[in-house]
């Protein structure tokens, strides 16, 4: 069980293979580095993949208290996944993120563009937060609506409502659940499932009311134009949390980006379908290189164009 001490946190981790290709997987809510476990096993010989626990999950602990769990925005968890890079001493990689990681892994790559090769974002929050999240009639998005993250009775509550919950064991009842919603056509080994959901159930009080606040205060639509990395935005059709609208608006600002869908997946395509996950990040990885020097000559010549002008 390997952990990286950072100045900022320590940081729990697994890896797998080796090689001058380097992966790095950034998990969402509720999860830990698991939801990576079999794309760490599926990656192929000449690669190096290092999935990452979060502040607040998995084996990485939350930091020093925090009362308005600032520590858990979006730009804070990515200064932690910068100070775990260069703690390992990556000097490019390819990033991927799921779900809330997808916002952090977002949010790094527009903080350090330099460092990353390409960007896989896998059913990430629209780059307007939990704003584009409330949107649609799904049930997740009718729950969104019902919360006021910036109602700091209504998170006290839901904070101390949650650690009971979790204190007594009985939230496990409700992620069981949830879990089955977010990955509808996985076939997962019994002890994997009950791993994630182990996982899941301790993330702490603290960083469940951070994260949904993080999300709340997170939009970085007007950065997305200026960000030159070649970017998957992939989604699975039956996902019940995240709305596609949100994503191909995404897709449209990025100059690299592209929308994939699954139509046989849900919110979860690495679990439901490792396999072919794992083909894609290679896929994306390979074809990287051209498409980078693709937008800096765009770039390039924008900026020659404008610097014509009278």
């Given at each position: ?7 900022r946190l320590?940081?729990?981790y ?11 997987l ?5 999860a ?26 998995g084996?990485?602990a ?8 600032a ?7 990515a200064?932690d ?11 490019g990689?390819?990033?991927a ?12 790559a527009l903080?350090?563009e ?22 649609g ?7 969104l609506?019902?919360v006021d ?13 949650y650690g009971?919950?979790r204190s007594?064991?009985?939230?496990r009842f ?32 603290d960083?469940?009311?951070?994260f ?15 960000l ?6 992939l ?6 949390l ?14 690299g ?5 699954w139509n ?20 994306s990885?390979?074809?990287s ?7 800096l ?6 900026w ?5 002008l009278?």
């Open positions: 069980m390997p952990f990286l001490d950072t100045p320590r940081i729990h697994e890896e797998s293979g080796s090689g001058p290709e380097v992966f790095v950034v998990h969402g809510n509720f830990s580095w698991r939801w990576w476990k079999l794309v760490l096993e599926g990656i192929p010989r000449g690669s190096r993949a290092v999935a990452v626990d979060l502040r607040g999950c084996d990485t939350g930091g020093a208290p925090d009362v308005d769990q520590s858990y925005g979006i730009p804070s968890l200064e996944l910068a100070g775990f890079v260069d703690g390992l001493g990556l000097e990689f390819h990033l993120g799921h779900s809330l990681g997808g916002a952090v892994a977002l949010q790094y903080d350090h330099s460092l990353v090769h390409s960007l896989i974002l896998v059913a990430p929050p629209p780059p307007a937060g939990l704003a584009a999240m409330r949107e009639t799904s049930s997740s998005a009718r729950l609506r019902a993250p910036e109602h700091s009775a209504s998170m006290t509550a839901l904070r101390s409502s009971l919950h007594l064991g009985t939230n409700m992620l069981r659940r949830a879990l089955r919603e977010m990955m509808p056509s996985a076939s997962l080994d019994p002890a994997l499932a009950e791993s994630l959901l182990a996982d899941a159930a301790r993330m702490s009080p960083a469940m009311v951070g949904l606040k993080a999300l709340h205060r997170w939009n970085v639509e007007a950065e997305l134009p200026g030159r990395v070649p970017t998957v935005i989604w699975g059709a039956h996902d019940v995240v709305p596609r609208a949100g994503l191909e608006k995404m897709a449209r600002l990025l100059p980006g592209e929308l994939v869908v046989d997946t849900g919110h979860s395509p690495q679990l439901e379908r490792p396999a072919r996950f794992a083909a894609l990040l290679i896929r990885a390979r074809g290189l051209g498409k980078r020097l693709r937008l000559l765009r770039r390039a010549m924008r020659c164009g404008a610097a014509s009278p």
